[in-house]
């Protein structure tokens, strides 16, 4: 995952923080894979490359490596949402534009699509990735009035559902073209949004996943 966190500055610490994203990049890796967490400390490791002990030097529990590298692939996630839609002001339009970009993930970025199919949902109200930047936006939209919707909350339960489930209907089968632009535009409906607007908004260019 890409952060600007400041660098280390000693040679142990910079070994230390390289060992600690080999393993969050192996769980990544074998979540994405299987999808569940039964490989053990030291297939972990070798898929690694890192010592055994090692292991122990960064988590206590497997299931909290697993947590921290879902919690590295949302915030991943986050954070190239962020950027490709960082120029769009009106919170509709960028609401859509996360919507399909995440099905376009599917192509460029297969891992992070993954573990967010698998995983994403029990982590949807997390305090870091996806959830709260849906979060912020859906409170944007409720003050603002651009969306019609009581509580931000439930309205991030039923996006959230909405999306791992459009991923969850890729994987098994081959779906349409516009599958996301279709559920973009169900979305924005949900969200109060009129029928022609919402067709509209989801509908239109789509910047280009990096």
């Not at 142990?12 to 990544?28: P, Y």
């Not at 988590?59 to 919690?71: E, G, H, I, Q, S």
């Not at 698998?118 to 959830?131: D, E, P």
């Not at 973009?184 to 509209?200: K, N, T």
Request: no cysteine; charged share 25%; proline share 3%.
């Amino acid at each position: 995952m890409q952060q600007s966190t400041p660098q280390p500055s000693s040679r142990f610490e910079r070994r230390r923080m390289q060992s600690r994203q080999a393993l969050i990049s192996a769980a990544r890796q074998i979540l994405a894979e299987t999808g569940d967490t039964s490989a053990s400390i030291q297939q972990i490791a070798e898929r690694a490359d890192v010592g055994f002990g090692t292991f122990y030097n960064h988590f206590d529990t497997k299931a909290n490596l697993f947590d921290v590298a879902v919690a590295d692939a949302l915030e991943e996630y986050g954070q190239l949402l962020d950027k490709i839609t960082e120029h769009i002001d009106d919170v509709a339009e960028r609401f859509a534009t996360s919507v399909r970009l995440t099905l376009a993930m599917a192509a460029t970025h297969p891992e992070i699509t993954q573990i967010i199919r698998l995983r994403g949902m029990s982590h949807i109200f997390s305090q870091t990735g996806l959830g709260p930047r849906a979060l912020r936006d859906l409170e944007v939209g409720r003050q603002s009035r651009r969306f019609v919707i009581d509580d931000a909350e439930i309205a991030l339960s039923a996006v959230g559902g909405s999306i791992i489930g459009l991923l969850q209907l890729s994987a098994s089968s081959d779906i349409d073209s516009s599958a996301g632009e279709q559920t973009a535009e169900l979305v924005l409906r949900m969200l109060g949004l009129p029928l022609e607007e919402a067709h509209d908004i989801a509908n239109r260019p789509l910047p280009q996943l990096s």
